[in-house]
């Protein structure tokens, strides 16, 4: 695994598969109240420019359950939200800590920090990538599905939504480990060129489209994500551009009969999901949201251990 994580494409399918199996031995520990204390006296810096529930809980409980401590850093605690260039602060900052997690806007901020910093750097969500989230929601597949269907290889994942972070990631995480991906996204929201023709690299196996019911059918996995997110203000106008693109039990009816359903969380019930939809997947989605805690201990275990 490389120094960083600050995009699906920094990791191999070896990367993926050795970060699920360090992933499971760490649920295990939780589930059975075993002591694990591999990351001890090390410190996580965690910079939020973009506020969070689950991210933040779920580093700051995994920092403590590894035996560290995770640092609360919000834009207002540092100079970077005063202009200070991100090089000083990652100069500075990898004297005092053994890893960053970043929660920001840009990409390409990440990508510095990691560039001037000397301490590992987790992508903890950008505009641009999400690396973190899927990696919990490939965890939650391989959890659900694997079981029956064996490998990857088998299984096709369908997105529907918005062309953004979680999308991108989704598209190249499960096409490394094997998957049949297909994306619906709404004209004006599409994914970016450059993820289009990296799927069209792995031919019949991603599907790109603008209709939802094509993207659905014969989907073992349905995703979805909030219509708009935060620093997206033209949420009237998402509104009616994203008001086919809800995964509701008509939608469901493309896909295979035993499909399970993933969502990074929050959701607004109605919107890009139905209430009906929800409840009859909400054990799985609550898993994923679970295993966001275990995967970002793995992967914090592989940087800083």
Same mark, same amino acid.
């Given at each position: 695994?490389?120094?960083?994580?600050?995009?699906?494409?920094?990791?191999?399918?070896?990367?993926?598969?050795?970060?699920?199996?360090?992933?499971?031995?760490?649920?295990?520990?939780?589930?059975?109240?075993?002591?694990?204390?591999?990351?001890?006296?090390?410190?996580?810096?965690?910079?939020?420019?973009?506020?969070?529930?689950?991210?933040?809980?779920?580093?700051?409980?995994?920092?403590?359950?590894?035996?560290?401590?995770?640092?609360?850093?919000?834009?207002?605690?540092?100079?970077?939200?005063?202009?200070?260039?991100?090089?000083?602060?990652?100069?500075?900052?990898?004297? /005092?800590?053994?890893?960053?997690?970043? +929660?920001?806007?840009?990409?390409?901020? *990440?990508?510095?920090? $990691? #560039?001037?910093? !000397? %301490?590992?750097?987790?992508?903890?969500?950008?505009?641009?990538?999400?690396?973190?989230?899927?990696?919990?929601?490939?965890?939650?597949?391989?959890?659900?599905?694997?079981?029956?269907?064996?490998?990857?290889?088998?299984?096709?994942?369908?997105?529907?939504?918005?062309?953004?972070?979680?999308?991108?990631?989704?598209?190249?995480?499960?096409?490394?480990?094997?998957?049949?991906?297909?994306?619906?996204?709404?004209?004006?929201?599409?994914?970016?060129?450059?993820?289009?023709? /990296?799927?069209?690299?792995?031919?019949? +196996?991603?599907?790109?489209?603008?209709? *939802?019911?094509?993207? $659905? #059918?014969?989907? !073992? %996995?349905?995703?979805?994500?909030?219509?708009?997110?935060?620093?997206?203000?033209?949420?009237?106008?998402?509104?009616?551009?994203?008001?086919?693109?809800?995964?509701?039990?008509?939608?469901?009816?493309?896909?295979?009969?035993?499909?399970?359903?993933?969502?990074?969380?929050?959701?607004?019930?109605?919107?890009?999901?139905?209430?009906?939809?929800?409840?009859?997947?909400?054990?799985?989605?609550?898993?994923?949201?679970?295993?966001?805690?275990?995967?970002?201990?793995?992967?914090?275990?592989?940087?800083?251990?």
């Amino acid at each position: 695994m490389n120094k960083h994580l600050l995009k699906m494409a920094d990791l191999t399918k070896d990367d993926i598969f050795e970060i699920f199996e360090t992933a499971e031995k760490l649920k295990n520990y939780n589930k059975n109240k075993i002591e694990h204390p591999i990351l001890k006296n090390k410190i996580l810096g965690m910079i939020f420019v973009k506020s969070s529930t689950r991210t933040r809980v779920s580093f700051e409980v995994g920092m403590h359950q590894l035996g560290g401590k995770g640092l609360f850093l919000s834009q207002n605690d540092l100079q970077l939200g005063r202009g200070e260039p991100i090089y000083d602060t990652a100069k500075v900052l990898s004297r /005092y800590l053994d890893g960053v997690m970043i +929660r920001t806007y840009a990409q390409q901020d *990440v990508e510095d920090f $990691a #560039k001037y910093g !000397d %301490i590992p750097v987790i992508n903890g969500l950008t505009d641009y990538a999400h690396p973190c989230q899927v990696l919990a929601d490939l965890m939650t597949v391989k959890e659900y599905k694997l079981k029956e269907y064996k490998s990857f290889d088998n299984l096709k994942l369908c997105f529907i939504g918005d062309g953004f972070n979680m999308a991108n990631s989704l598209i190249v995480g499960g096409l490394t480990v094997g998957m049949s991906i297909s994306v619906a996204n709404p004209k004006g929201y599409e994914i970016e060129q450059s993820i289009k023709d /990296y799927g069209a690299k792995f031919n019949s +196996r991603f599907i790109f489209t603008n209709n *939802v019911k094509e993207a $659905a #059918k014969d989907a !073992d %996995i349905l995703v979805t994500d909030v219509w708009y997110s935060m620093g997206q203000e033209d949420i009237s106008e998402r509104k009616e551009a994203f008001k086919d693109y809800k995964i509701d039990n008509e939608l469901m009816k493309f896909a295979k009969k035993d499909a399970i359903v993933l969502h990074c969380l929050p959701a607004h019930r109605d919107e890009e999901i139905s209430s009906e939809v929800f409840k009859q997947h909400e054990n799985v989605i609550f898993d994923e949201a679970e295993n966001r805690l275990h995967a970002q201990k793995a992967v914090m275990v592989k940087l800083m251990g």
